[in-house]
Structure formats: structure tokens, C-alpha cells
């Protein structure tokens, strides 16, 4: 569908079938790499296949804000764009890919 980009490939291979990624979702990721306007984002898994936006940040938003909205108990991915000073001297933004899981007592 137009709402949703099918990601194929070894991915698809590996999970037994296609897993989407909402339109939304991929926008959010682009706004934040291109246009720097967002600090980090975070996705989900929703019905098992569907990646989807859970959370998008200003672009003065803090680590801290970063960390307190994962939640208790359900994975996310999540990016976030760290400003860093190099020895040089010279400032540079990296994107940092998180795969969160929490600590769950079974």
C-alpha cells in the first residue's frame, strides 16, 4: 500500500515473511538524518510485522528525555543523533541504532 514500504531481502528471508514499515515511521527517521529535526525516534513492533513511529523528539531534547520514554516492559528500536566533540577539535553528528529490550522478571 501506499502507507506502508515493504522491506524484502535477507531480512525477509530470515523472519518467513515481509515486514513493513510506516510511512510515518520512515518520514519521522528522514526528517531526523536530513533536516535534523528531531534528536532521536523510536520505533515499535506493532501486530508482530509492522514497524511503526512510537515517539519523536525536538531537536532540544536531552538524553535523559531520551531514556525516560522507553518503556517498562516492550522492546523498541530507537536512533539518536549524538553531537560530538572529535580530538581535533571540529564538531560532527552521528546516528546511534538502539535495540532496546528491558529487564523482565519471568
Not at 533536516?35 to 532521536?40: E, I, S, T
Request: overall charge neutral; proline content about 4%; charged content about 25%.
Amino acid at each position: 500500500t501506499g502507507y506502508q514500504r515493504r522491506v524484502h531481502g535477507d531480512l525477509n528471508t530470515m523472519v518467513g515473511g515481509a515486514i513493513s514499515l510506516a510511512e510515518p515511521a520512515l518520514a519521522a527517521f528522514n526528517d531526523m538524518k536530513k533536516k535534523r529535526k528531531h534528536k532521536w525516534v523510536i520505533f515499535r513492533f506493532e501486530n508482530d510485522k509492522d514497524i511503526v513511529l512510537d515517539a519523536a523528539s525536538e531537536p532540544s531534547s536531552t538524553f535523559e528525555d531520551f531514556v525516560s520514554k522507553m518503556p517498562k516492559s516492550e522492546p523498541r528500536y530507537a536512533v539518536y543523533d549524538f553531537d560530538i566533540t572529535m580530538t581535533d577539535g571540529h564538531h560532527e553528528s552521528k546516528l546511534c541504532f538502539f535495540l532496546y529490550l528491558s529487564l523482565i522478571h519471568i
